[in-house]
């Protein structure tokens, strides 16, 4: 649910799917076996996917463990097995580029090659030594964010404790921006001239693959050109952007009521510090700062109602199942119970961000989570879930299609399903008492919390990979980098740093998946995915209502509909599978749009007299 854990599930299911296989005798590869024929390319990737099939199962094996067990030795293991998947995928893909162009290709061999040429973040080139340079660099550059340190009252605080002390909310605004200046300053800065030398080497990995750049590479994920891409993501944007206009406008009249003229104008653009995240993503943590007069309490917490009924963690997966069990799903297996982490063990070190793993490519599915009895958790159990059954779901697509239509569909799912827990939910399960359902009057503080996350993250969710696109086709340069990246933040986000911006500093280090590597727009398309998926299954529920009060729960037509896009996993263009569930190939933010009407209509009383924008 959070966009920690929901980085950290990506990779478990990266980790856990799609990869590249040899067995223990290497010179028996695919690589050189095969003619360069129509007939050689689907040699050699019935090969590759035999090949990764097995190599996947071991590898997932060892970094559950891992996981679950952190010591020296399972570090190590990991790290091994690791590599040799990353020396797989590179071989595999250098050789798939070779393919490409034969003609006569097979559809899904062709969309295969695809895969495999796409399926490395950063691609080294096979120049002597290339390789272990990249690697080292990006090694050290997660490294260096992992001992991040800033300061709080001039002490040195760690990375998550300084995260959280962003989103507490009773720190001064000079504590605030002590704070975020420091944790740019030292994790950031000392960045810049090794993610600029990792640029250059990467780039020549990928035109070696037939990319322009890194970033094109990145953007041919999606069944459409590169160009296309960003412009539908633009569109989208501009789509939803009215919505984040008014809530910025009413976020900024608030925090001047909060803080006056002197920290936070009521025009212009916001202090980066002042809305309860070091990244200004996500501002449900100041929710409490701008909750509507006596609609801002919805009268009950699920962390209450389970615990007033003794539940455990493990009923609370029980909840969760029985929500997809409602829709037809076939239960979860028996190994799910065996052989999932639902608490934190008493005696070791385990990952607990929650994350979905599936081991064998088939039903070997499980969750691992440390389980508190609270509402996040709750939720959360939900969102994992729906990566397993998505997981299930696709279990018998050829290996290289054992995916999410595109990176976005998989978080979209999980966090598409936990948008049903609403009021009447709670009551159809009995967690909560029918008279005890908010009235319609408590919508606005509950539109307004739900807005407060995933509205204000769109603009974030679309100019990290901005940056990094301009970065990668060079019309971003080192000299440019800070600037680059700060009037991104204000173009997109109207936000701006609470402090001037030393020459040599690198703000876009001081954000975990730069310096990780990871990309980032799934999480812009999986936010706006999540509502078309949210509107698709109201509408076939028959669902009458305002959108934010629907469930489908218990609704076998919706689950049916639902698995027909889910069984599909990649094999198909994303437009398709988009189709088999909604009915349309189009993204769209209309049902985003329409589940925060309300919202929308109350922020634009609320702003009247305003000036909107920045
Ligand atoms: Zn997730």
Aim: glycine content about 8%.
């Amino acid at each position: 649910m959070k966009l920690a854990s929901v980085a950290l599930s990506a990779l478990a299911i990266s980790l856990a799917a799609p990869a590249l296989a040899q067995d223990a005798a290497p010179e028996e590869q695919a690589q050189t076996a095969y003619p360069h024929t129509a007939q050689g390319a689907a040699d050699f990737v019935a090969a590759v996917e035999k090949d990764f099939a097995e190599f996947s199962v071991g590898n997932a094996q060892i970094n559950w463990v891992n996981y679950t067990y952190i010591t020296e030795d399972t570090d190590a293991l990991a790290a091994a097995s690791n590599a040799e998947l990353t020396e797989k995928q590179v071989a595999y893909a250098i050789e798939a580029a070779k393919y490409a162009d034969i003609a006569g290709l097979d559809a899904d061999v062709k969309r295969k090659l695809d895969i495999l040429r796409n399926g490395i973040v950063l691609p080294a080139p096979t120049t002597a030594g290339a390789a272990a340079e990249l690697s080292t660099i990006t090694t050290a550059l997660s490294s260096q964010y992992g001992k991040g340190q800033g300061t709080l009252n001039g002490k040195p605080i760690s990375g998550s404790d300084i995260e959280a002390e962003m989103g507490n909310l009773e720190h001064t605004p000079a504590e605030y921006a002590e704070m975020w200046a420091s944790w740019h300053d030292n994790v950031g800065a000392p960045m810049k001239g090794d993610y600029a030398k990792m640029v250059g080497i990467a780039n020549q990995g990928a035109e070696e693959l037939g990319f322009d750049n890194v970033g094109a590479m990145w953007r041919s994920g999606y069944d459409m050109s590169p160009e296309e891409f960003t412009a539908m993501t633009e569109r989208l944007w501009n789509e939803l952007k009215p919505l984040y206009v008014e809530l910025h406008t009413y976020v900024r009249t608030r925090l001047n009521q909060k803080y006056g003229d002197e920290v936070q104008a009521t025009t212009g653009p916001i202090r980066a510090d002042l809305l309860g995240n070091m990244w200004a993503q996500e501002w449900g943590n100041i929710y409490p700062l701008v909750a509507p007069q006596g609609a801002g309490d919805l009268g009950y917490d699920i962390g209450d109602l389970l615990a007033a009924k003794d539940k455990t963690p493990l009923d609370m997966v029980h909840y969760g199942e029985g929500f997809y069990s409602s829709l037809g799903m076939q239960p979860l297996p028996e190994t799910f119970w065996q052989r999932s982490m639902f608490v934190k063990p008493a005696d070791r070190e385990v990952v607990c961000h929650a994350s979905a793993w599936d081991i064998d490519n088939k039903d070997d599915i499980r969750i691992k989570m440390c389980t508190k009895v609270n509402a996040d958790d709750f939720v959360t159990i939900h969102h994992e879930l729906g990566h397993n059954y998505y997981q299930r779901a696709y279990k018998d697509q050829p290996f290289l299609y054992l995916n999410g239509a595109n990176d976005g569909f998989h978080e979209a799912i999980g966090d598409f399903i936990a948008l049903s827990i609403t009021p009447q939910y709670l009551v159809d399960i009995g967690l909560l008492d029918k008279s005890k359902v908010p009235s319609a009057d408590k919508d606005i503080g509950l539109l307004l919390r739900q807005a407060m996350d995933k509205v204000a993250f769109l603009p974030f969710g679309l100019l990290v990979d901005k940056w990094r696109w301009g970065v990668f086709d060079g019309s971003i340069v080192p000299d440019t980098y800070n600037q680059a990246w700060v009037d991104l933040k204000q173009d997109y986000q109207g936000i701006v740093p609470p402090v001037e911006r030393p020459a040599d500093a690198f703000d876009p280090g001081a954000k975990y998946h730069i310096p990780g590597n990871t990309p980032y727009t799934r999480y812009f398309l999986a936010r706006i995915l999540q509502f078309q998926f949210y509107k698709a299954a109201c509408d076939q529920a028959g669902w009458k209502g305002p959108l934010h009060r629907c469930s489908f729960y218990g609704n076998k037509e919706v689950g049916a509909k639902l698995n027909a896009m889910l069984e599909m996993g990649s094999s198909k263009p994303w437009p398709e599978a988009l189709e088999a569930f909604t009915g349309t190939e189009e993204m769209s933010a209309k049902p985003m749009l329409e589940y925060f009407a309300p919202l929308m209509q109350w922020l634009k009383e609320q702003n009247k007299g305003q000036t909107k924008g920045w």
